[in-house]
């Protein structure tokens, strides 16, 4: 994981900047593929395969639901972790799945979004509900808790785990329909620079 972690805490005016670019970032100009840092917002890609663990979840339903099972029903899979009291990080990459879920338009339907709470103590249905809310996650979106270790198991199954919930840094992974490949995608992703991730992924199916 060397070079891929941030600090715990962004200081103030790094996260101000961040959410500013959040709301008025334009449509990068990345033409990105495996491997490609645009110059504006840079992003790390990289093909990797990872086992999934056979561990049980708890969706924001309130229903427990197999990990494995939640990633391998016939649609793309889009992930990322976060916890609901996080002020830097969490939000700006749960932004950027909502932006890209509304971007996808007719497509949503053939996309499952899936955040897995790295504080799944704190984390109840019912909070992750209510911060999927803020972020106007659609049918498609579905947020997870669960036990501590079931949690801590997926973040290693995915090598996100980084010690505790505060130590953290931006990464979604995403990956075609019924494809045993991932791309890692290290670094603030844009919307645009997601879709775009999607549609290639697509286009080499």
């Known amino acids: 994981m060397s070079g891929r972690t941030l600090s715990p805490c962004l200081m103030a005016s790094s996260c101000a900047l961040l959410l500013l670019w959040a709301v008025f970032a334009p449509e990068d100009d990345a033409r990105a593929g ?8 840079a992003i790390h890609v990289t093909a990797m395969n990872y086992t999934v663990p056979e561990i049980k979840l708890v969706r924001d ?32 990459s749960s932004q950027t799945f909502g932006e890209f879920q509304r971007k996808l338009g007719s497509e949503t339907t053939k996309v499952h979004l899936v955040s897995i709470s790295t504080d799944p103590e704190e984390d109840t249905p019912a909070r992750l509900r209510e911060y999927a809310g803020k972020f106007r996650a659609g049918p498609g979106w579905q947020h997870y808790t669960g036990t501590v270790d079931a949690s801590i198991t997926a973040q290693r199954a995915f ?47």
């Open 159 to 205: 090598d996100a785990y980084l010690g505790d919930k505060m130590s953290h840094a931006p990464v979604t992974w995403i990956r075609a329909p019924k494809a045993t490949t991932w791309r890692r995608i290290d670094g603030f992703v844009t919307p645009d620079q997601l879709l775009r991730q999607y549609r290639q992924l697509l286009a080499q199916k």
């Open 61 to 92: 339903d309130g229903k427990e639901v197999s990990l494995p099972a939640e990633l391998n029903d016939g649609r793309a899979v889009v992930l990322n972790f976060i916890f609901t009291t996080c002020g830097s990080i969490c939000p700006l």
């Open 34 to 41: 495996v491997g490609h840092a645009s110059a504006a917002h």
